[in-house]
């Protein structure tokens, strides 16, 4: 869709927006994390000590020659393209003024481009060419460049010009050279110990081949499905989403309009004994999604069961309605809740830290989750209090909880979600939070997860629901119990992950927890839904479509009594 001066999205990009091209429009190529070595990187060398741990590549150049680490990566091709690599220095015994960062392009000769940062918060670009090296852009001082913590660099190729950032800031712009060949890394300067969190390679997609998607409401039948009605006037109504934008809309050949969030409703008449309906969805670049199903007009009909929202052209299906709306066998409910208190809604979210990696996505998360709850289900937005990165202190979340000890009552209903970072100490077994201006691997700076417990079990709420995207959040919890009573107090915990790293997503979309959990509660007809049902299908999706095992259940000892949350619908 940016692939060339004649489409709307390459005129309407600003170059100084780092999120500028949105990640739908980007295939990633190459992605390693490092959290093991499946891409099968050299080990050997006889001049540099390395290793992988702790999901980062450590490099230790023993002589004062650098050295590069590379991948064979196909672009297939591609006009457009982004590289990306995350590194920071652990220690310099050589000058002050070597330089490590990426390398790209490079080919079987060595000639290759280099993009290289200081840690006297330089940065120098330049190519190698039969053995000369040609300056592209002269040393720079960068004010936003870190000295120790890590430092992103990220080249980027639209249209004729390559672009280049240093942690999300544009510092320099210009005509963008042939590559000379398939080799992407990084180069360690000599005498210098880094560590490397990730590379990155991606195409920027010129072209969209697939068609809307198109989720049906009301009927909710399925593709080649038939459903009984006993009134003649009935409503189709659903949704329609297309990366690209929808064009349009066809029932039965008849064109109709949908809103701008992409939503459809169309009354008809049913005339005939079965009417067969055919939505064909279109979007700009003319790809077409079908979705046909068939409507009998029957005044008494025989009861069907029915299914949540239908959705055309994903990759995930629901394999069955029980698992999405029923729980697991053990959850049984005795009888629906009759008491009413007030939704409250705890969202904390930090991207920018002090100290730690920057997260992308963790305040984009919180406010995906808050806008979801408000206007699709009972929490007002006065009721919703947010701690989003500077915010997001030690201090400022364990007086939230304190205040929120203070005012709400036994009626009330608090759901707590937390995006950022979380540390494990093997050692002692224990599980943290890590507020936006912890300092790196200091403990008493965290917040542990026996602090978190103790809050919850003393704030006076009907029910509170925990939800944890973070690293290593699964160490807070017990074993489900089998029968569960909505009128019963409740203390539940829901977590992205065990003990374990979990992804932070690609910049500008959500995490793929929050991806997964933002649908369910979106898509969801159902008057209510209850806790354990949304952990059952979100845990589901999030382990079918990644390396993830997300963990939900009761929690011991902070007061739960056989009860869980419930989600009502507006």
Not at 159 to 186: C, T
Request: aromatic fraction near 12%; hydrophobic fraction near 30%; charge should be negative.
């Amino acid at each position: 869709m940016l692939g060339s001066y004649t489409t709307q999205a390459y005129r309407t990009w600003n170059p100084e927006d780092y999120y500028g091209i949105p990640a739908r429009d980007k295939q990633v190529i190459f992605f390693d994390e490092f959290d093991d070595n499946r891409y099968n990187w050299d080990m050997g060398a006889l001049y540099l000590r390395e290793k992988i741990q702790d999901g980062e590549f450590h490099c230790e150049t023993l002589t004062t020659h650098p050295y590069t680490k590379r991948r064979n990566i196909n672009l297939k091709g591609a006009d457009n393209y982004e590289i990306e690599v995350r590194i920071r220095f652990v220690s310099i015994k050589g000058s002050k003024m070597s330089m490590t960062g990426l390398t790209f392009g490079r080919d079987l000769r060595g000639n290759e481009y280099n993009f290289f940062f200081s840690s006297e918060k330089s940065v120098r670009i330049s190519k190698f060419d039969k053995g000369r090296t040609q300056e592209l852009l002269p040393i720079k001082y960068v004010k936003n460049l870190s000295r120790y913590s890590f430092n992103t660099l990220m080249v980027r190729k639209v249209g004729d010009k390559w672009f280049f950032f240093v942690n999300e800031e544009l510092i320099a712009e210009m005509d963008a050279k042939p590559l000379f060949g398939n080799d992407f890394g990084f180069t360690i300067g000599g005498n210098m110990e880094v560590e490397v969190d990730y590379l990155r390679v991606s195409e920027i997609e010129t072209q969209d081949h697939n068609g809307p998607t198109i989720t049906l409401v009301e009927p909710q039948l399925r593709d080649g499905e038939t459903g009984q009605f006993a009134q003649a006037r009935q409503i189709i109504r659903g949704r329609i989403h297309d990366v690209s934008g929808v064009s349009g809309i066809l029932i039965n050949n008849q064109s109709f309009t949908v809103n701008e969030d992409g939503v459809f409703a169309v009354s008809l008449t049913l005339r005939d004994q079965i009417t067969p309906i055919t939505i064909e969805a279109i979007d700009r670049y003319d790809n077409s999604t079908f979705h046909k199903f068939f409507m009998e007009y029957e005044p008494n009909p025989q009861p069907r069961p029915s299914f949540p929202p239908v959705a055309s052209n994903e990759k995930e299906t629901y394999q069955n309605q029980s698992s999405y709306y029923g729980g697991t066998e053990n959850n049984v409910v005795q009888k629906p809740s009759t008491t009413k208190g007030k939704n409250y809604l705890l969202l904390i979210g930090v991207n920018d830290y002090s100290n730690w990696n920057r997260l992308h996505n963790a305040v984009k998360d919180c406010k995906d989750i808050s806008y979801i709850l408000t206007h699709y289900y009972q929490f007002e937005e006065e009721n919703v209090i947010t701690l989003f990165d500077q915010e997001a202190t030690r201090e400022n979340i364990l007086e939230t909880f304190e205040s929120l000890q203070e005012t709400l009552t036994d009626n009330d209903n608090l759901l707590i979600y937390y995006a950022g970072h979380g540390y494990y100490d093997d050692r002692a077994s224990l599980g943290y939070w890590v507020p936006v201006n912890a300092r790196l691997n200091k403990i008493p700076d965290f917040i542990r997860n026996s602090t978190i417990h103790d809050y919850l079990r003393t704030i006076e709420t009907k029910h509170t629901l925990l939800i944890a995207d973070a690293c290593y959040a699964g160490s807070l919890f017990s074993n489900t119990r089998s029968v569960l009573n909505e009128d019963n107090r409740s203390r539940w915990a829901f977590t992205s992950g065990d003990i374990e790293k979990v992804w932070d997503g690609q910049p500008g979309q959500n995490s793929p927890f929050a991806r997964y959990l933002i649908r369910i509660l979106r898509n969801n007809t159902q008057s209510t839904l209850r806790a354990d049902q949304l952990i059952h299908v979100v845990g589901e999706l999030v382990q079918r479509n990644t390396a993830q095992t997300p963990k939900g259940s009761a929690l011991k000892n902070v007061g739960d009594l056989g009860g869980v949350f419930t989600f009502e619908r507006r």
